[in-house]
């Protein structure tokens, strides 16, 4: 357990960095135009490249992730987007893109719902769309949806598909150019358990393609400047050199462990969080629930109902007090739920702890809450 005020962090972002990677932070300053940027810089594209799957040149960018969901938008042809809408972030897709002047429809379903794909496909089939945004997974329930079948169905309509994979990336399956994703974002501080302030994407060719003849496509987040800049293994403007460092640690690392093992990794935590939360309802009386239906959780992020009454505060001081910091709910689940991260380099057996920790909690209030009401 890290010994500071917050214990271990099983939130769903920012997210545990292991010390090595942190302590990259540190190592001197090098001029980012220069050979040793470049050859440092190449090798990190090519880690990233095996992370996300693409031949694709990946962007780099000194920002959060909603820097490149505003790329995604800005970038994005002339026309409506039809935005997917299951809850705060991929709401936060739709209001970036109005934001940016764009008209936008929402396909909107219940927070913690997954979507009906009928219902998609009616909206692709009656009214023309030049883009369809969807969240991977939708970190304030937990949903996760296949971004290649919305891609898909977004083809056969004419239309691209703009990805947010920023808690998904890393840690659930993904390949951007098996499944053609048009433009696929994520942020470092999520799956990817690296400090936070760096930005990915890639976009496919027919993006970048169709963003020539878009107007006020903006300064910062041009896709035709990184596009270009990444051919000399560049960034447009100043890279954060020293994240960089723990990039490129970090990515070595995962190319490792290996991406397909790290997704097993991701599943087994998700499954472990399932099977842990009916094991609580036996042992321990306490009525849990993840929000998320089967076949639609995310093996990043668990959102899990807590006890009617029960105080989510409470609750998560207790499980502080002993060494965990967990996520608390979001938006309309925040009185309800909780969220744990299981996501980036934490191990299975670091996840049992952590729900053991949770169980003691759950387990002492739903007892104080018994005793309150004979
Ligand atoms: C965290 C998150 C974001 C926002 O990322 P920032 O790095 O905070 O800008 C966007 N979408 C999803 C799905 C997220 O989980």
Redesign the pocket.
């Known amino acids: 357990m890290p010994d500071t005020e917050f214990g271990t962090f099983f939130i769903?972002?920012p997210t545990e960095i292991r010390p090595e990677i942190l302590g990259q932070l540190t190592r001197p300053v090098i001029p980012h135009r220069g050979k040793a940027f470049e050859a440092m810089f190449a090798r990190i594209e090519a880690g990233l490249r095996d992370v996300l799957l693409t031949a694709r040149p990946v962007y780099v960018g000194a920002t959060?992730?909603?820097?490149f969901?505003e790329m995604a938008i800005r970038n994005a042809p002339e026309g409506t987007i039809l935005c997917l809408v299951n809850g705060a972030?991929s709401e936060?897709f739709a209001v970036v893109a109005e934001s940016c002047g764009r008209r936008v429809e929402r396909v909107i379903v219940p927070w913690g719902a997954a979507f009906d794909l009928t219902v998609v496909e009616d909206a692709l089939a009656t009214r023309k769309f030049v883009a369809v945004t969807v969240?991977h997974?939708?970190?304030s329930t937990g949903v996760l949806t296949d971004p290649r079948t919305i891609a898909e169905l977004a083809h056969r309509y004419g239309a691209l598909a703009l990805v947010?994979s920023?808690?998904a990336a890393g840690g659930a399956e993904l390949m951007v150019d098996a499944w053609a994703l048009d433009f696929l974002l994520t942020?470092s501080?999520?799956a990817l358990a690296l400090p936070?302030g760096l930005?990915f994407a890639v976009a496919g060719p027919e993006y970048v393609e169709r963003a020539k003849s878009v107007p006020h496509r903006g300064f910062y987040f041009d896709v035709l400047q990184y596009e270009k800049y990444a051919a000399k293994h560049q960034t447009p403007s100043t890279p954060a050199t020293n994240l960089l460092y723990a990039l490129e640690a970090q990515v070595g690392d995962i190319g490792r462990e290996g991406i397909e093992r790290r997704w097993e990794r991701h599943a087994a935590m998700r499954d472990a969080t399932v099977a842990w939360v009916d094991e609580v309802r036996e042992r321990r009386n306490v009525d849990l629930s993840i929000v998320a239906p089967e076949g639609s959780r995310s093996p990043t992020v668990s959102v899990v109902r807590v006890p009617p009454g029960m105080s989510t505060t409470d609750l998560r001081q207790s499980i502080a007090q002993r060494g965990y910091t967990i996520g608390g709910g979001y938006g309309e689940l925040a009185a309800t739920t909780i969220r744990i991260g299981h996501m980036g380099d934490h191990s299975l057996e670091g996840l049992q702890r952590c729900l053991h920790a949770c169980e003691l909690s759950l387990a002492e209030l739903a007892e104080k809450r018994r005793l309150v009401r004979v």
Do not use: I, L, Y
């Open positions: 769903p972002g959060s992730a909603t820097g969901m972030f936060r969240a997974c939708e970190t947010d920023v808690s942020g501080q999520k936070a930005a």
